[in-house]
């Protein structure tokens, strides 16, 4: 069954809305869908702009925030402050690997 942009648009709201029977296929037929590039890029595609805009406004206010107004520790003096960038990039970074393996578990429960 295909659904049109406009009609997934539409559709949005109910599939989060738990209504009975048809609802877990509506679900998996929606994520499964969103594998499809041109379909996924159609839905993302508006929202690049302002995710870019609120991404990087609050990268900027978080590196100030953590590395300006963060007191430095009372034994490590201003070393500390690295733990700021370090420990958000490093979990960034592994996100990407439990990305990559819920998604090899989401292909391998559908084929």
Known sequence: M???????RRAWPRLLIPTG???SRRVWSFIH???SPRWCYRITTPWLPWLA????ALL????????????????QGNSYRIIFIHVPAAFISLAG????AAAAA???SVS
Do not use: E, Q
């Open 2 to 8: 295909h659904i049109g942009y406009t009609a997934a």
């Open 21 to 23: 029977d048809g609802c």
């Open 33 to 35: 869908k969103l594998g």
């Open 53 to 56: 805009l609120v991404s990087g």
């Open 60 to 75: 900027l206010v978080g590196a100030v925030w953590g590395l300006a107004f963060a007191p430095p520790d009372f034994r």
């Open 97 to 100: 690997y439990y990305l990559m």
């Open 106 to 108: 989401l292909r391998i």
